[in-house]
């Protein structure tokens, strides 16, 4: 069974930054595309970076230059570097990805339970 680990969120002051992991356990075969979001009260998800199996990069608008992305297959492992963190960054952070369990077509997606990050003024 595939589980995913999150950790990394916290309370940090303005212009502060955190690091997020995303550990994916199981028998995996390839992870596709992975991402983070995140969701503020009344709001619905956003996705702030994604990257996929080839390392192609995208980021919202609002977090570009400021967060980073990355991943590391050997580990299976999604980590969101979070640098010149602002008070409207201040939101749950899920990890998603899209991997295949037993070959190339059979196509699953997961989401890890969430963080929460505050960025105080």
């Known amino acids: 069974q595939v589980q995913l680990v999150e950790s990394g969120g916290g309370l940090v002051q303005a212009g502060g930054s955190l690091r997020l992991s995303c550990v994916v356990s199981?028998?995996?075969?390839?992870?596709?595309?992975v991402g983070w979001y995140r969701r503020t009260p009344g709001e619905q998800r956003e996705m702030v970076a994604a990257?996929?199996?080839?390392?192609?990069?995208n980021y919202a608008d609002s977090v570009k230059g400021r967060f980073t992305i990355s991943r590391d297959d050997a580990k299976n492992t999604v980590y969101l570097q979070m640098n010149s963190l602002r008070p409207e960054d201040t939101a749950v952070y899920y990890c998603h990805v899209n991997l295949n369990l037993n070959g190339w077509q059979d196509r699953y997606d997961y989401w890890g339970q969430g963080t929460q990050v505050t960025v105080s003024s």
């Open positions: 199981g028998n995996i075969y390839r992870i596709n595309l």
């Open positions: 990257i996929t199996s080839g390392g192609s990069t």
